[in-house]
T-cell receptor, first 114, second 113 residues
Framework: ETGVTQSPTHLIKTRGQQVTLRCSSQ?????VSWYQQALGQGPQFIFQ???????GRGNFPPRFSGLQFPNYSSELNVNALELDDSALYLC?????????????FGQGTRLTVV | DAKTTQPTSMDCAEGRAANLPCNHS???????VYWYRQIHSQGPQYIIH???NNETNEMASLIITEDRKSSTLILPHATLRDTAVYYC??????????????FGDGTTLTVKP
């Protein structure tokens, strides 16, 4: 419905492992942001990419990193997973047009770290 | 981004108007008020946004006080499908900042039959 697709929908990883989450946006969406949402809380901003460069970061350690590709897809990478990384990870993209200032969210990836 | 304050939860009868308040007393002159909602297990959905004038779209109306320190989201005829967590966010409306939003814990709206 929003044109933003995330994969996988669910994932279980072991503490210390690395994980890559993927997001596919609509053509023309120049901005992509990633959020972490713990159970019962609002989404927390991780970082944003605009035209393939990071242009904003929330209070997350460097083991959270990302990439944005020219084909409007993006990745969130998390190294050295910790139990507290268990959360719903949301991708949001925007068209970047001056009149289109709202973000469109995907359905999220539920990551469980055991 | 300015901080927002919302009630933790609200109930509304089906078919009645749902009025969700938000306080944003530290809002800056160039910051807009945005509303999103999140239905269980889904990603947040954009509802509406505004600067200082009242706004209306097919989903809701947004009433912003004259001093801009608070606002109210109005769902005119709430249905059971409107049961969700509603987030009020304040940020600059900039095409490069569309995704940089500071979410609080929102208001859980429960629409009852």
């Amino acid at each position: 419905e929003t044109g933003v697709t995330q994969s996988p929908t669910h994932l279980i990883k072991t503490r210390g492992q690395q994980v890559t989450l993927r997001c596919s946006s609509q053509s023309g969406h120049n901005t992509v942001s990633w959020y972490q949402q713990a159970l019962g809380q609002g989404p927390q901003f991780i970082f944003q990419y605009y035209r393939e460069e990071e242009n904003g970061r929330g209070n997350f350690p460097p083991r959270f990193s990302g990439l944005q590709f020219p084909n409007y897809s993006s990745e969130l990478n998390v190294n050295a997973l910790e139990l507290d990384d268990s959360a719903l990870y949301l991708c949001a993209s925007g068209t970047g047009g001056i009149m289109n200032t709202e973000a469109f969210f995907g359905q999220g990836t539920r990551l469980t770290v055991v | 981004d300015a901080k927002t304050t919302q009630p933790t939860s609200m109930d509304c009868a089906e078919g009645r108007a749902a009025n969700l308040p938000c306080n944003h007393s530290t809002i800056s002159g160039n910051e807009y008020v945005y509303w999103y909602r999140q239905i269980h297990s889904q990603g947040p959905q954009y509802i509406i946004h505004g600067l200082k004038n009242n706004e209306t779209n097919e989903m809701a109306s947004l009433i912003i006080t004259e001093d801009r320190k608070s606002s109210t989201l109005i769902l005119p005829h709430a249905t059971l499908r409107d049961t969700a967590v509603y987030y009020c966010i304040v940020r600059i409306a900039d095409n490069t900042n569309a995704g940089k939003s500071t979410f609080g814990d929102g208001t859980t709206l429960t629409v009852k039959p």
